[in-house]
């Protein structure tokens, strides 16, 4: 089987918090 | 929604979720985004990092029945959502997730590619990837390379 990556699983990444801080 | 004036408790749980972020430590920020979130059902942000922290700790059935538990809020969520189906081999129904979205953006586009991998519909996959590779400049252009070359070799 060829390789092959979950790039979404990286893509699912957290919300910026920048304006809560 | 109005902006309404920040406590200083919240933003100290903030300050406290945004470390747990920066260290990788999924586990406290699910716990702190869930006392943000328990304290205030209407903070969208606060959802959506429990979401993504139960989906960093592979906990995709806790971060489903919190979407289903919270479907409004859940609607942002799209990605997420067909995320964790694809994740728990609910292959279909995170295809019918991503169909179903107007305007998917680059990370649903990205889902998209993968779900239609996996469920053999190469040519399709090879398209949608052939767009992606075309409109996006990230960190992930190698595995996406791969993710490609692996389609077009399902295909020959
Ligand atoms: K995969």
């Keep these: 089987k060829p390789l092959f990556f979950d790039v979404a699983l990286s893509l699912a990444d957290y919300p910026s918090l920048e304006d809560k801080l | 929604m109005a902006q309404q004036q920040q406590t200083a408790a919240v933003t100290a749980l903030y300050v406290d979720l945004q470390r747990a972020i920066n260290n990788g430590d999924h586990e406290k920020a699910l716990k702190v985004s869930s006392k943000l979130f328990g304290d205030n059902p209407a903070d969208d942000r606060a959802f959506h990092c429990k979401i993504v922290s139960f989906i960093q700790l592979g906990k995709f059935d806790d971060a489903l029945l919190t979407m289903k538990k919270n479907q ?5 969520l799209p990605f997420e959502k067909a995320y964790c189906e694809y994740r728990l081999n609910r292959t279909a129904e995170a295809l019918r997730t991503l169909r179903n979205l107007e305007n998917p953006d680059t990370r649903c586009q990205e889902l998209l590619a993968q779900v239609l991998y996996r469920l053999e519909e190469h040519r399709e ?14 960190d992930y252009e190698e595995e996406r390379e791969t993710n490609m070359s692996a389609v077009q070799a399902a295909i020959q």
């Design chain 2, 72 to 76: 409004e809020l859940a609607t942002a």
């Design chain 2, 125 to 138: 996959s090879l398209s949608v990837y052939r767009s992606l590779m075309k409109n996006t400049q990230d």
